[in-house]
């Protein structure tokens, strides 16, 4: 550190400063975001993997930025955490899936289910089942047809309180899903008594994921203790016919991932609806 020279030191300080400042606009065009009309959710279908019936879809979240153009949730959701708004943006975000799942549902077209990204402080400040049960209220939706996905890391911090409110929700039908499962460093124990109904592999052991490869004996595991504790299994990230066929010989539950489709627009989604309901 000792050797760096001036200009060095300028680069790194300024690329700091921009980083910071780059936050700060982010952060005022986001709070301006949701009046704007500028979030929309897409959704990416999820299909059993036995027979290829598509069974759901995960609802995403994108953010189109006047200038920016398309701003993955990945930097904007931790700037929402941070900056106190993902609890009018979550409230939005389930809002929207639901009138969503609604107007299909009208149409005869209706999913079995969506699954909606929860994030651990949304779920922490906000009164998710209030809310949710206002939602379900008022779009006339099964609780069945619901789902909220937590990640695995964010579960094995949750205080008991957040257990109570999970099982609460399961109880009313509202099924829950371990998001990113595989890299949370849950112990076997803690899996065992996890409030949920879904494990989702992440994607990371799936890429690449043939007979013989290292992460078949990874997934084959997660696979049977699924099994073992009566938990659905939904594979995410699925790029390749190999990786899904692997998935079907081990009787893995559902997959998604761009193999079978990437996420969908509104539109798309409702396309694709509409070529299942026809055939
Ligand atoms: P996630 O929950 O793990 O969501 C899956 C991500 O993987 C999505 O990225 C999806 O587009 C991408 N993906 C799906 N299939 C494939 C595939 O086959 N290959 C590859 N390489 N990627 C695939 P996306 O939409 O950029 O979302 C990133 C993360 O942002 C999500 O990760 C989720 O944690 C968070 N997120 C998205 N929407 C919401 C939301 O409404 N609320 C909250 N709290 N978080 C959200
Ligand atoms: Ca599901
Ligand atoms: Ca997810
Ligand atoms: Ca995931």
Redesign the pocket.
């Known amino acids: 550190a000792k050797r760096l020279n001036k200009n060095n030191y300028r680069t790194y300080g300024s690329s700091i400063q921009q980083t910071l400042e780059d936050r700060m606009k982010l952060e005022l065009s986001l709070r301006q975001a949701m009046s704007k009309n500028e979030l929309s959710?897409?959704f990416?279908p999820q299909y059993a993997v036995e027979d290829m019936e598509l069974v759901g879809a995960?609802?995403?979240?994108?953010w189109n930025h006047p200038e920016r153009g398309m701003v993955?949730?990945?930097v904007f959701?931790p700037i929402?955490?941070e900056r106190g708004l993902?609890g009018e943006?979550?409230t939005w975000?389930l809002d929207e899936?639901c009138r969503q799942w609604k107007e299909w549902q009208t149409s005869g077209i209706a999913l079995d289910q969506i699954a909606?990204?929860?994030?651990a402080r949304?779920f922490a400040h906000g009164n998710i089942p209030q809310i949710v049960d206002e939602l379900l209220q008022r779009y006339d939706m099964p609780a069945s047809a619901l789902e909220l996905?937590l990640?695995e890391s964010c579960l094995i911090e949750a205080p008991q309180e957040m257990f109570n409110t999970l099982s609460e929700l399961r109880a009313r039908g509202i099924a829950i899903a371990m998001?990113?499962f595989g890299t949370g460093y849950s112990s076997l124990s803690t899996i065992a008594t996890m409030p949920v109904d879904t494990l989702?592999i992440?994607?990371s052991f799936?890429?690449n994921l043939t007979i013989g490869s290292p992460n078949e004996k990874i997934v084959t595991a997660i696979l049977m203790l699924a099994n073992s504790l009566e938990m659905q299994v939904v594979a995410?990230?699925?790029?390749q016919k190999g990786e899904l066929d692997f998935l079907r010989s081990k009787q893995c539950h559902i997959a998604?991932?761009?193999?079978?489709a990437?996420?969908l627009c509104v539109q798309g989604m409702t396309a694709l609806l509409r070529e299942r309901a026809e055939t």
């Open positions: 959710l897409f990416q995960e609802v995403l979240l994108r993955p949730p990945d959701i929402a955490e993902i943006i979550g975000v899936a909606v990204n929860v994030s949304q996905e990640t998001d990113d989702k992440d994607r799936i890429t995410e990230g699925v790029e998604q991932g761009y193999y079978m990437r996420p």
